[in-house]
């Protein structure tokens, strides 16, 4: 097993009854479930994620996000997979990294103005 989508087809999709890597994928897609979103949600990605691979067009998001108004969607140039680290030097000084910036702008601005959505 060399890729992900080796891993997923040969050892994910048997172990969870899944007859092919693309039923798989189609489940695990959000964006079937995210118009349900009730509470309000910021997802976050990355362009050099290699983990999923290139990411779903910005109009997709857009139609998404317009239609549920609890969703903001954030992407980053880079970022990796869950990573948006950051360097030991702003671990040293106890700088925050890409992605908590992000949730503290959100939340100072959802507090300051919580009828609208977070930027």
């Known amino acids: 097993v060399r890729t992900v989508s080796e891993f997923d087809a040969k050892i994910v ?3 969870h009854g899944y007859p092919t890597i693309n039923a798989y994928y189609d489940d695990a897609c959000p964006f079937q ?3 349900k979103i009730e509470v309000p949600m910021m997802c976050f990605a990355a362009n050099n994620d290699p983990i999923t691979g290139p990411q779903p067009s910005l109009r997709r998001w857009d139609f998404v996000c317009e239609a549920n108004p609890n969703l903001l ?3 980053s ?3 990796g997979h869950m990573g948006f680290m950051r360097g030991p030097v702003d671990d040293l000084l106890g700088r925050p990294g890409y992605l908590e910036e992000r ?5 100072d601005v959802a507090v300051q ?3 609208k959505k977070p930027v």
């Not at 949730?103 to 939340?107: N, P, Q």
Request: proline share 15%; hydrophobic share 35%; charged share 15%.
């Open 103 to 107: 949730i503290i702008k959100a939340l």
């Open 73 to 75: 969607y954030v992407r």
């Open 33 to 35: 479930r995210l118009h």
């Open 13 to 15: 999709c048997p172990a």
């Open 77 to 79: 140039p880079t970022g």
């Open 113 to 115: 103005q919580p009828t």
